[in-house]
């Protein structure tokens, strides 16, 4: 059985109904969120109904977190504007909503077909903020997410469809369903595509969906 892998959908709903519908469509029924999925965008209480309804289970990111507390120690120092979008998004939701996120797990192990394992986080397995990137040295790389012992590793975060082989494990990141772009930057150019993955077995796949915004 195919699992798809979405992540950081950003409080964008018109994204994630695009993957949803798409992944109706090809049959894809077991699917798991790496996390990020409601601040940022302006439907994040659309975002958090529709996952309960879906049922997926969904990996706690630093955004998620972010909107249940503001850390003192995050590596990322937050400006007046992301904060002011942090009131906005809480001012959107009920408190249902936030122990939804609270109910979100920082990791999940995942059997697959072939007696294959896969690992899910956002960042890391120790810690949403970490950061994997294609030309992160081997021995880095190995450091925060070797030594596993399992077969994938799946984390999403960085918004960049990639894959690699990590100490024995094949690590997947299936991009951003609600905030794309084409290179990890300090300057990111959205466009209007939705990102995911299917893994089946061993193999991955990476797929991308056109979504229309309402504005």
């Given at each position: ?157 960085t918004h960049l469809q990639w894959t690699r082989t990590i100490d024995g494990a094949l690590y997947v990141n299936p ?32 797929r991308r969906i056109a979504w229309q915004s309402a504005s």
């Open positions: 059985m195919p699992l798809a892998l979405v992540s950081d959908i950003h409080g964008n709903d018109t994204a994630l109904a695009a993957v949803v519908s798409e992944l109706e469509r090809i049959g894809v029924e077991q699917v798991v969120c790496l996390g990020d999925a409601v601040q940022r965008g302006d439907e994040p209480r659309q975002v958090l109904d529709r996952l309960a309804a879906l049922g997926w289970p969904v990996i706690l990111g630093n955004a998620d977190d972010f909107l249940l507390e503001v850390p003192a120690d995050s590596p990322e120092t937050f400006t007046e504007a992301q904060l002011a979008r942090r009131d906005w998004t809480l001012s959107q939701l009920e408190p249902h909503h936030l122990e939804q996120i609270r109910s979100f797990v920082p990791t999940l192990d995942v059997e697959l077909d072939g007696g294959l394992t896969l690992r899910a986080f956002h960042g890391s397995p120790h810690s949403y903020d970490d950061v994997l990137l294609p030309e992160t040295p081997d021995a880095q790389a190995e450091q925060h997410w070797g030594g596993s012992g399992v077969d994938l590793l799946a984390g999403g975060h991009g951003s369903v609600g905030f794309a772009y084409d290179r990890f930057d300090d300057d990111p150019q959205p466009v209007n595509v939705a990102e995911f993955a299917i893994v089946t077995g061993g193999s991955v796949e990476f």
